[in-house]
Nanobody, 123 residues
Framework: QVQLVESGGGLVQTGASLRLSCAVSGRTFNHYAMGWFRQAPGKEREFVVAISWNGGSTFYADSVKGRFTISRDNAKNTIYLQINSLKPEDTAVYYC????????????????WGQGTQVTVSS
């Protein structure tokens, strides 16, 4: 059974940086695309970024382009999300998810989820 465990969230001030991590176990990590999603208070979950099985392709939501960077270390079964220049509107629970497909496709293919890590940005 696949398990995803996020870490690295916290309470920070506007303009700060954070690096989120997601450790994956229970499946052949380097076969599948991975992604980050977030859910702000009172809002629906939204897509943030995805990365293909080998890191060769990435796809970012427009709202985070230029500030967020996804990466993966297949040797460590871990993906990362570097977040720079944090804004109050980035406040959300951030979830990592594993796709059932090697390449980036649609949100529907992300079937395995972590419990999330809270990011709170104060103004």
């Amino acid at each position: 059974q696949v398990q995803l465990v996020e870490s690295g969230g916290g309470l920070v001030q506007t303009g700060a940086s954070l690096r989120l991590s997601c450790a994956v176990s229970g499946r052949t990590f380097n076969h599948y695309a991975m992604g980050w999603f977030r859910q702000a208070p009172g809002k629906e979950r939204e897509f943030v970024v995805a990365i293909s099985w080998n890191g060769g392709s990435t796809f970012y939501a427009d709202s985070v382009k230029g500030r967020f960077t996804i990466s993966r270390d297949n040797a460590k079964n871990t993906i990362y999300l570097q977040i720079n220049s944090l804004k109050p509107e980035d406040t959300a629970v951030y979830y990592c998810a594993s796709s059932s497909i090697s390449y980036i496709t649609t949100e529907a293919d992300f079937g395995s989820w972590g419990q999330g890590t809270q990011v709170t940005v104060s103004s």
